[in-house]
């Protein structure tokens, strides 16, 4: 044993020095392989494998990343090569992550001699996928720069750039390349749809602030923050002695025959699991939310709110949310001394009296001028280009904008908190623009053109320093209060209808946008909303309003946002006495199931449903591939046809399953995953504007 102890030793001994011979760096699982040449020259992906099919995606040339340097271009290999090895490392760090560590330093004589790079590198055991984040210290005695950054900069072809396809817009657009892509593209697939491979390129970068292209450049792919030319620019000033990290971006390997079922597998489980979706890392998410919003807008006071509260007993209602209108003006945030004289406290306890948990609403940047914040501390504005106190938002001359990458950052900090402690608040809606509008399409309104007691030096780098400063306030609230909701809304993250990995990674929801049409235009809107969303975001992260309870679709309204996530309002005083019980059963049965199954967390369309219009069918299965079981949705919206059958392609083939309706309690039957599959389920829906929910579980 002591022999053989011996030679593997000095086995593995050479097998490392083989390797450092080699001037190679290999990383893989048994999906990819990735191998990085290394010189005194360059440090570059020189092979991209993919092992399943046999495939090296690499083409020569790659950089691996790009950036400049007080304007200068740098990168690891070619004519912008400017950096030499120092070291590396390779490390299994547990729970089945591989990680591979690189460190290049600047080479004397260059603009980039006093700037390290350290390149982090992970591979997990279970996914075809490579996360990547770029580290730049700066060295020197003067701050830098830094603009333009593609944390990935690679040739990369799937068999055939001409061959390409790409998915586009949250995988909801097809493209031919060249593709620039922008703020809504979380993720661009690149598929040969003959040789049914390819990949995607996932970007973690802040809203407005995030760039993919595709094919722009030969065969160049990159990703990471937008340039210093576009209309939202990113750049960063980095301090002497100090580092700044990237945003992390993925690349995830594809074999795939429909392009649609790409985001359904291996992509959709890393985002689930490995990402750190904030809010799947919670043991309980409150079900159904009620909010104050519509039919009354900011018209509450303490005592129509404790009302709603009451309505709202017997309904199985889990979030109760008090929308604007609470406030005595944007900036100092306290009660109305009118409307909620004896402040929040005794509304959030009656609301919790009544079975439910609160939740109240605020904007985070947005302030009055009128407000004792404002007059003691205007230096915390944003500034426009003439000089004179900005309002981001939309039009509007008693408000501005406050900066977050101000001494403002403490003073809403501890204002939120403060509300959260006092009133024992499980959820927070943060709104309204903090460093540009969706709804503003002039440019040049939009970044804060003033930087004296800002965390940035100039406009270009407001914007980063802006979203930066919001992620990590997201982040301090969850430090102090673990079990808070935390909610940004798309107007915060600056695009209509916007939402990423970034938000969703620091805060737990994105407040997609409001449907206010009546039933049943508003929940199909609501319903191709998620659609458009579902296969890049998960669609528990996204909230969705504004949804009557009492309509005449009650069901199809309930079902719809069931489907999604419930978020309703309306004057609950007025709600039928049936509604209520049946408000109930629906609530009850779906978090039995989500304490079961975890459904919510998952969503499966493929090619079996289509998104939803006003004349088809639709639905969607949030089934859990791992425990087997989960909820079918089915829709009727205006199609003359009374039935469907759809394929149900996610089970076992072997196993058997159990089909049943929460509506009756009855059992359709019991099939096996193969008969699911090529038989499919048959659903009669008599009317229009209905819908079908299904249980299914594996028999054990």
Known sequence: MYNLSIRVAIWAVLVSCNAFAQDSLIIKNRFLERKFTISDNSFHTSRFQHLLTNKDYSRPGSEEFYFTINGKPASANGANGLFRHVKHSLVRAGNGIQKATVQ?????????????VDLTYEVYDELPVVRKQVGITNKGAKAIAIADLEVERLNLVPVSSQQSEMYTNYGSRFAWRPYHGDHHDAAVFVYNNYAKEGFILGNEAPSILKKTEVYTDHHRISTGMTSLTDHYPFKKWIEPQETFNSPRTFICLVQSQKWEDAFEGHFADFVRTRMGVKLFERKEIPFTFYNTWRPFYTNINDTLVTQLADGLEGTGTDLFIMDAGWENNYGDWEPHPKRFPNGLKPITDHIRKRGMKAGLWMGLASVDKSSKLYKEHPEWAIYDKNGEPAYLHEEMKNRVTMSLASGYYDYILAKIKRHVRENDLAYIKLDLAIANSAYVLDYSKKGDYKSEGKNHKDRESSYYAIYERALQLFDDLHKEFPDLLVDCTYEVWGEYYINDYALIEHADYDWLTNYDDDAPVGPINIRQMAF???????????????QFMDSPYSKFTFLSLASVKPILVGDTRKLPAELKP??????????????????????????????????????????????????????????????RTFAFPLGEPGSRYRLFSPEDGKDLGVFTGKELNEKGIPVEISQQFDARVYGIEKIK
């Not at 975001?537 to 969705?544: E, K, V």
């Open 104 to 116: 290049l330093a600047g080479k004397p004589g260059t603009e980039a001699e006093n700037v390290i």
């Open 532 to 546: 458009d969303r579902s296969r890049a975001i998960p669609t528990a992260t996204n909230l969705i309003g504004n």
């Open 582 to 643: 049946w408000y109930l059963k629906w609530n009850t049965w779906f978090k039995m199931m989500d304490k079961k199954y975890q459904f919510t967390r998952f969503s499966y369309v493929s090619d079996i449903f289509q998104r939803p219009t006003m004349s088809n069918w639709d639905g969607v299965y949030k089934f859990n591939k791992e425990k087997q079981g989960g909820v079918l949705f089915f829709f009727r919206n205006g199609s003359v046809e009374t039935m």
